[in-house]
């Protein structure tokens, strides 16, 4: 099946600092890649849909000059997470459609953002 | 407004019973309907799907049901084991928009 990776899978980081999270789909091509963030105990949030070689598409309420995507090729997606603070602290996700026609997302492992 | 929800947030099941989750949507543009399985600490996991025009799919020990009429879809897993223990997700999509819109989650113990 089509894999997604996350990288890195856990950071820490001091408050005020920016942090970078990529999203790679190893074994296909994704022209549109989504970021979820999870808080405890609560649903995946859509923040963004990625798409390649164009602006990404920010959902209400998500700060877009805050989290900064980046689509720069079919296979990876970039998040920065800039001047992060302590409530930036969660899991994030990304996905990639495979383009089958069945909808599917296939997921990655996500990364787990600590800001102390 | 929530667009979809699972109203239980929880459900324990014994070993070799039936697990029965279930998820309401209100948007009747929405056409085509997965469950995913999540883990602690990892990304959900596709699990099953149905499209709007069917309202039953099996795989394996995995059966989706969608009642369009009452917008409801339900994940029946059975025999259910303890592996199975995890979060389900229930996601919905208008394909013509190309969003997915995910429910809050349940919480599935399966007790050995």
């Known amino acids: 099946g089509a894999v997604v990776s996350q990288h890195p899978s856990w950071v820490i980081c001091k408050s005020g600092t920016s942090v970078k999270i990529e999203c790679r789909s190893l074994?296909?091509?994704?022209?549109?890649m989504f970021w979820y963030r999870q808080f405890p105990k609560q649903s995946l949030m859509l923040m963004a849909t990625?798409?390649?070689?164009?602006?990404?598409?920010?959902e209400q309420g998500v700060e877009k000059d805050k989290f900064l995507i980046n689509h720069a090729s079919l296979t990876l997606s970039t998040l920065t997470v800039t001047s992060a603070h302590p409530e930036d602290s969660s899991f994030y996700i990304c996905?990639?459609?495979?383009?089958?026609?069945?909808?599917?997302?296939?997921f990655g492992p996500g990364t787990r953002l600590t800001v102390l | 407004d929530q667009q979809v929800k699972q109203n239980s947030p929880s459900l324990s099941v014994q070993e070799g019973r039936i697990s029965i989750l279930n998820c309401d949507y209100t948007?009747?543009?929405?056409?085509?309907f997965l469950w995913y399985k999540k883990y602690p600490a990892e990304g959900p996991t596709f699990l099953i799907s149905?499209?709007?025009?069917?309202d039953k799919n099996e795989d394996g020990r995995f059966t989706v049901f969608l009642n369009k009429s009452a917008k409801h879809l339900s994940l029946h897993i059975v025999p259910s084991q303890p592996g199975d223990s995890a979060v389900y997700f229930c996601?919905?999509?208008?394909?013509?928009?190309?969003?997915?819109?995910f429910g809050a989650g349940t919480r599935l113990f399966v007790k050995a």
């Open positions: 996905s990639a459609i495979l383009q089958t026609g069945t909808n599917e997302q296939f």
């Open positions: 074994d296909f091509q994704a022209t549109t």
């Open positions: 990625s798409n390649e070689g164009s602006k990404a598409t920010y």
């Open positions: 948007n009747s543009m929405f056409d085509y």
């Open positions: 149905i499209s709007s025009i069917k």
């Open positions: 996601a919905v999509v208008y394909t013509g928009g190309f969003k997915t819109i």
